[in-house]
């Protein structure tokens, strides 16, 4: 599997296709069906957005030299706008999963949220807590209930907001792939959402994590994973499929 960023040219579906276009549409969207991302599922689709804050996204972020060398080689932030954007665009929900520095005298820390809390991460109130500008929430937008556990299910409203708006296909985005990306991963498929990774839409300290997640553990707590490139094509496939056949 190739986790590396997923940069090459993108198909456009877009444009009107005359009755070549139309003709196929049908035909598209019962194939889509049974693809990652099903037309009619589309208003009961949303995207995970994990911890985009400052300090894990601007390099002067405390966090941010924790993921830098992988965010580089993936084009992180860039994929992290462009899945947003296009999410928008198609009318999928956006929701925002926000997290809050581990206590320092929390008792049995782990030796990773030891080093997360020394070195102050997400603290309320500072400028590494506040969202990363180029992605922060709009109206309409869905922000859980802050956390302080690595996934964000447990402790939060995530699963209630999540089932109030009828979601059941989560994209999972953002964070850090083998803490909080795959910890929630894990949690939304034992609730019995369907769970697509976007691989390089998430970074690491290295790329044994990336990979330890991305290809060894996907099948545990993912139904697919996938690149930017593949989410841009189905979404454009999804809106024309549906346009074409008035819906």
Excluded at 165 to 182: K, M, Q, T
Aim: aromatic share 6%; net charge negative.
């Amino acid at each position: 599997m190739t986790i590396r960023g997923d940069n090459g040219p993108r198909r456009s579906f877009d444009a009107d296709g005359g009755e070549d276009a139309t003709g196929a549409a049908s035909e598209l969207l019962m194939t889509l069906e049974k693809e990652y991302l099903p037309p009619r599922e589309l208003a009961r689709t949303a995207v995970l957005l994990i911890d985009p804050y400052n300090d894990l996204l601007d390099s002067q972020g405390k966090a941010w030299p924790a993921i830098a060398d992988v965010a580089a080689d993936v084009g992180l932030l860039a994929n992290l706008k462009g899945v947003v954007e296009e999410a928008r665009t198609s009318g999928l929900c956006i929701v925002y999963l926000p997290k809050r520095s581990v206590p320092r005298n929390g008792a049995y820390l782990t030796p990773s949220q030891r080093a997360a809390a020394d070195a102050s991460w997400f603290v309320r109130g500072s400028w590494g807590a506040e969202w990363f500008p180029d992605l922060a929430p709009r109206a309409g937008d869905i922000i859980a209930s802050e956390r302080v556990a690595v996934g964000a299910f447990a402790g939060t409203d995530l699963g209630l907001q999540l089932r109030a708006l009828d979601i059941v296909r989560l994209v999972v985005v953002g964070g850090i792939a083998n803490e909080a990306l795959e910890a929630t991963a894990r949690a939304a498929v034992d609730q019995g959402f369907h769970v697509t990774l976007v691989r390089d839409a998430t970074a690491a300290a290295n790329w044994d994590a990336m990979r330890a997640t991305l290809e060894a553990n996907a099948p545990h707590c993912a139904h697919q994973v996938i690149g930017t490139r593949e989410f841009y094509d189905a979404l454009a496939c999804a809106r024309l499929a549906l346009r074409s056949v008035g819906r």
